[in-house]
């Protein structure tokens, strides 16, 4: 399979998954939605609401060898070079 199917593939899934988000992580993790309080329920539509937004208009494009090697390369030296705050230690930083 190529690249380009894979890509859209995953993108198609990912617009299904937040048009059923959050019921469909409530009940992957076995929450009933009444029980969860209002405010949380609309934080919860309200990302989803902005995920789907963000896939309907989300493009993908390929870059080549050279240039993604070159993007490697310099987010290894901001790994490497810039010093971490309270946030880039918790995750690892740039790496």
């Known amino acids: ?3 380009y199917y894979e890509v859209r593939k995953m993108l198609a899934n990912l617009l299904d ?4 988000y959050p019921d469909i992580l409530l ?29 309907d208009i989300a493009q993908f ?8 090697m070159m993007l490697h390369d310099l987010s290894a030296q901001c790994g490497s070079s810039l010093p971490q705050n309270d946030a880039c230690a ?6």
């Open 90 to 95: 918790s995750c690892g930083g740039c790496l």
């Open 61 to 68: 494009y390929q870059i080549d060898e050279r240039a993604e």
């Open 27 to 55: 009940y992957l993790k076995g929450v009933d939605r009444v029980s969860l309080r209002p405010d949380l329920i609309e934080s919860l539509d309200f990302h989803g609401k902005r995920q789907r937004e963000i896939f």
């Open 1 to 3: 399979m190529d690249w």
């Open 17 to 20: 998954f937040y048009e059923r």
